[in-house]
């Protein structure tokens, strides 16, 4: 039996570049992890796949799930379900896979309360100009649709306390690094290689 794998939780504000830096750590491969594919209600953007960039569900099937007790997590954001499937993240932790969740903060929070061992990282822009010329820049949103993500914007900033890390991402490469760094050192807090120890000696 492998050391149970950990639960990373990258928030921050629509458009700072968390799936960005999501794919960038991915290809560098450095560092090992897997990617928990979030289910949404909201519509599909074009190039993004079903079962890939999300599960794309309608209400209904998000609500039936919910009752179901599939999801780890979920929250509304700006008129529309996401929630984290639970059975993927159990599964893969339980082989001792690290998992990383990139979620808005509320839901952020339930993760935090069912599992308080997972590291809480927020990644931040380095002003709200160049969060929303971001926004603006994917081109994915019209402008009603940014206003109100700037809007919420504002509101998760403020959530940053409740996070163990915050990383600027001025720099793409810069924001790889830290999160990297992050994820090394907590690999090496006391309680977990106590754990892996246990394990060897047969305890
Ligand atoms: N609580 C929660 N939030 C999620 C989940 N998946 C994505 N989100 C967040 O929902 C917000 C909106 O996501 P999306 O519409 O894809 O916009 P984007 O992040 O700007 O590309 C972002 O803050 C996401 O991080 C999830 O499974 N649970
Ligand atoms: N450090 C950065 N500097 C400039 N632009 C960035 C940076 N990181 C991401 N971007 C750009 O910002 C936009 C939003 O990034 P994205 O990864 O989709 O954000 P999120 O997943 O947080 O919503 C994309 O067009 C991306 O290329």
């Keep these: 039996m492998s050391t149970r794998g950990m639960l990373i939780v990258l928030s921050g504000p629509s458009g700072v570049?968390?799936?960005?830096?999501r794919k960038a750590m991915l290809k560098k491969s450095s560092i090992r992890f897997d990617y928990s594919v979030s289910?949404?209600?909201r519509n599909m953007r074009p190039g993004e796949e079903d079962g890939v960039d999300y599960y794309f569900r309608t209400n209904e099937e998000f609500e039936d799930e919910i009752a179901n007790g599939g999801m780890l997590e979920y929250a509304k954001y700006v008129d529309h379900y996401y929630g984290t499937?639970?059975?993927?993240?159990n599964e893969k932790l339980d082989k001792g896979i690290d998992v990383l969740l990139e979620i808005e903060v509320n839901g952020a929070m339930q993760v935090r309360?069912?599992?308080?061992?997972?590291?809480?990282i927020f990644l931040t822009p380095p002003d709200l100009p160049s969060l929303r010329r971001r926004i603006t820049h994917r081109?994915?949103?019209?402008?009603?649709t940014i206003d109100k993500r700037m809007e919420q914007a504002k509101k998760e900033i403020e959530m940053m306390s409740n996070y163990d890390y915050a990383v600027v991402n001025d720099k793409i490469p810069n924001a790889v690094k830290k999160i990297e760094g992050i994820i090394r050192s907590e690999h090496l807090r006391v309680p977990r290689v106590i754990d892996k120890y246990k394990k060897i000696i047969g305890e």
Excluded: W
């Design 17 to 21: 570049g968390k799936g960005t830096v």
């Design 39 to 41: 289910m949404t209600t």
């Design 85 to 89: 499937p639970l059975k993927y993240v």
């Design 113 to 120: 309360d069912k599992m308080p061992d997972g590291v809480f």
């Design 139 to 144: 081109g994915t949103d019209d402008v009603k």
